[in-house]
């Protein structure tokens, strides 16, 4: 049974940072992209980071240069590491794993970051 599950939400206050962390069981972590995606109260959902099985990133460019994706093979982890939160990355947060090859993808359950003073 492939389980996804994030960790690491909560309340900070803009400027502040947080590290979310995406545990995955149940598959070959190694041969899955990972990524990151958020959706706030009424909007549509939005891509926020990916990372291949090779390494390569990617961000959304509202992101850019404050949020970092990484990933520990190891550890079976990915992590966004967030800074110089603002209040509209307040969001629900879901990891995401996908098999460029199987096609296969997987969500986690998501982790709320709301971002306010």
């Known amino acids: 049974q492939v389980q996804l599950v994030e960790s690491g939400g909560g309340l900070v206050q803009p400027g502040g940072s947080l590290r979310l962390s995406c545990a995955a069981s149940?598959?070959?972590?190694?041969?899955?992209?990972m990524g990151w995606r958020r959706q706030a109260p009424g909007k549509e959902p939005e891509s926020v980071a990916a990372?291949?099985?090779?390494?390569?990133?990617d961000y959304a460019d509202s992101v850019k240069g404050r949020f970092t994706v990484s990933r520990d093979n190891a550890k079976n982890t990915v992590y966004l590491q967030m800074s110089r939160l603002k209040s509209e990355d307040t969001a629900v947060y879901y990891c995401?794993?996908?098999?460029?090859?199987?096609?296969?993808?997987?969500w986690g359950q998501g982790t709320q970051v709301t971002v306010s003073s």
């Open positions: 990372i291949t099985n090779g390494g390569y990133t």
């Open positions: 995401s794993a996908f098999n460029p090859i199987t096609r296969q993808e997987y």
């Open positions: 149940g598959i070959i972590f190694s041969a899955y992209a």
